[in-house]
Structures are given as structure tokens and as C-alpha cells.
């Protein structure tokens, strides 16, 4: 299958991957012919790309670290509990975290043992086959993220739990935002930014007086906004005041954003986010993480339409885990397309990759 941008999709094109919703759940089946209006409809939900059925690459699937089912499972349960919180806060009602602790806890262990057996770079696009990234698909995206980052950094199981815990809740403190302002597409104005800002802190609150989560986790919540220049919030820290796992969180969340479709900004591809954060390397981001992110997740998604330096075209074909960078581009120049590894034809580089066209 290719991973085509919807502006150039023909309407008889077929859908080789399901369309997702916000909370996991098929809209549109795979198979189904990509019709004007459909193409329009999508567009409407900012979905930038989908992967169409093609004959040359019909033998390419990504490989997603969760099975369909496992996605599912753990996203109904952050989605369930996310929900009982909000209604909990809006009520006035106390929250006591150690209810939902168990829950969340099994979700960071299962995705702790994917992670573990994992040696591949890490790929999420179920971002790209989304509607919307929702706070519950952001949440496990950034706890599937950061402890893929974790484990290139050698943390043990017990760093790489709580790290898992801090990610999977770093933003749980939203839940007690006023859904106007949280909701907002325009941009906010100051009084409504410093609403924001106020998550860090109501998660912080929220994690560090239960009994049954780790205090490091509470800081993920607290830091993950902190900058290593000092510009960050709440507190301004800098560079070695911020805790290793807020590090790494602030990393996995913004690729994440950035890489997710919303209805007010279209998604970026990963090589597009990963120039994002080497932007905001030692302003925002640690340089030394950035780096090994970039060995962590794929870069160029299967299937992706891509340019090579000598001028021929391809298809990426499969990613090396150890040089995400140099995947086999299967070559579509010429009458008989064949498998080229970049990764031992070392003159030869991607030099473009498919865009969409926005406008």
C-alpha cells in the first residue's frame, strides 16, 4: 500500500488502512473507494495523508508496536477513566487517584513488555489515520513514545514503569480546564495561555497525593512544559534542574502534537517533526535526547512516496531499526520496480519526500 497526501488521492482510489475516530473506532473500513466527498469530508477532520491499495506496494504494511485490539483495549480504559475524573471535577467531587491507579498502571506495564521485545524504531500512525488526536490517543501515544526513548537511554523496568506512569498521565491536569478554553482553535489570548499553564500544576496535585503512583510521576506532570533555556513553566527551571523523565516527556509530547491531525493544522510527517525539535534543540529540548529520538522512531513511514539524489523515485519499503534513516526505497523509475537499501548504497540519499499540498 502507498501513504498518499488526500489533494492528490483519484477518487477511485481504494483505503488500505481504516479511518479512526478520536476514540479509536472505525469510520471508514478499509476497501472503501475514496469518493469526492468523502476526500472533502476528511479533509474537513484536518487528515492529511491515508494509505490507498496499490498494486506495486501491495505487499508494504507498517508495522504498529499495539495490535488493533490492544490500541483499543488500552484506549478505551485512559478514555473511561479520563472521563469519570472530568465528571468528578466539574461536580466538585473529591478525586482520589488510587482508584484509578490499577488501570493505569496495567496499561504502562503492557506497554512496558511491547516496548521491551520491541527492536524496532517505533512507529504511530495511527496519528496520520486519525480524525483527531484526543487527550486519551495523546496520552498513550506519549507514554508509547517516551518509553521507547527510555529504553534506548538503558533505564531499568522500575525507572522505565515510572517514566511510562508520568507520561501516560502528563496531562491529566487538562481535565480540570474549562473545555472553552482547552477546546479553543483560535489562538489564545494571555489570560486564557495562563489558564493553560495551570494543568502542570492540577496534575502535579493530582498524582503526588495518591498513594499508589510514584512522586516522580507527579513531576512529569509538573515539568514536562519546562524549557532547558529557563523559558518554560511553571517554575522557569533550566536545563539540570529538569528531572531526565520531564526531558523526555516534553520530546514525546510535541513530536506527538505536531504529527497528529487536528482541525485547525494539518499533521507533519516525522522527518518533519524531527526537524521541529532539532529547532528547539538546547532552547527547549535537550540536544543529546533529540538525537537519539531520532534513532528511535521512523522517519519515513512505509509506503511513503520519497525523491532520491540521483533523481529516481521510490516507495519506502521497510526501516532499519538500527538507521532510520536509510530505509530500502523500493525504486518505481522505470518499468520494473526493485528493492534499493539505502543503508549499504551510501551515495545515494532521500532528498524529497511526498507533501501535501496546502492551501
Known amino acids: ?213 510514584p512522586l516522580l510521576s507527579a513531576h512529569c506532570a509538573y515539568q514536562h512544559h519546562e524549557k532547558v533555556d529557563g523559558s518554560g513553566y511553571p517554575r522557569q527551571l533550566t536545563a539540570n534542574e529538569i528531572h531526565l523523565y520531564a526531558k523526555i516527556i516534553s520530546i514525546a509530547d510535541v513530536f506527538d502534537a505536531v504529527t497528529s491531525n487536528r482541525v485547525y493544522r494539518k499533521a507533519l510527517l516525522p522527518h518533519e517533526g524531527l526537524e521541529l525539535l532539532f529547532s528547539g534543540a538546547n532552547i527547549v529540548f535537550d540536544q543529546q535526547l533529540v538525537e537519539l529520538f531520532t534513532k528511535t522512531v521512523v522517519i519515513y513511514p512505509i509506503g511513503l512516496e520519497v525523491q532520491l539524489s540521483d533523481g529516481r523515485t521510490g516507495i519506502v519499503a521497510k526501516t532499519h531499526a538500527y538507521l532510520p534513516s536509510r530505509p530500502v526505497v523500493r525504486v518505481v523509475t522505470g518499468s520494473m520496480p526493485y528493492d534499493l537499501d539505502l543503508s549499504k548504497e551510501l551515495g545515494v540519499t532521500i532528498s524529497a519526500c511526498e507533501q501535501p499540498l496546502i492551501g
Open 1 to 213: 500500500m502507498k501513504l498518499m497526501p488526500l489533494d492528490k488521492i483519484t477518487h477511485e482510489a481504494r483505503l488500505a488502512e481504516p479511518i479512526y475516530n478520536e476514540e479509536g473506532k472505525t469510520l471508514l473500513n478499509r476497501g472503501m473507494v475514496l469518493s469526492e466527498k468523502v476526500v472533502e469530508r476528511l479533509k474537513e477532520k484536518g487528515v492529511t495523508f491515508v494509505y490507498i491499495e496499490d498494486e506495486v506496494t501491495a505487499d508494504l504494511y507498517p508495522e504498529e508496536l499495539l495490535t488493533p485490539y490492544e490500541h483499543q483495549k488500552m484506549l478505551t480504559t485512559i478514555q473511561e477513566n479520563f472521563k469519570d475524573i472530568s465528571n468528578k471535577m466539574a461536580t466538585g467531587t473529591t478525586i482520589n487517584m488510587d482508584e484509578y491507579s490499577s488501570s493505569f498502571s496495567k496499561i504502562v506495564k503492557g506497554i512496558l513488555e511491547k516496548v521491551a521485545a520491541n527492536n524496532e524504531a517505533i512507529s504511530l500512525l495511527t496519528n496520520i489515520l486519525s480524525f483527531d488526536s484526543s487527550i486519551f490517543q495523546h496520552s498513550l501515544n506519549v507514554s508509547i513514545l517516551s518509553l521507547a526513548l527510555g529504553k534506548k537511554l538503558k533505564l531499568n523496568m522500575h525507572e522505565l514503569y515510572e517514566l511510562g506512569l508520568g507520561a501516560l498521565l502528563h496531562d491529566i491536569g487538562k481535565l480540570g480546564i474549562p473545555a472553552d478554553v482547552l477546546n479553543k482553535t483560535d489562538a489564545l489570548n494571555a489570560d486564557e495561555y495562563e489558564i493553560i499553564k495551570e494543568h502542570t500544576v492540577l496534575g502535579f496535585n493530582m498524582i503526588r497525593k495518591c498513594g499508589t503512583l
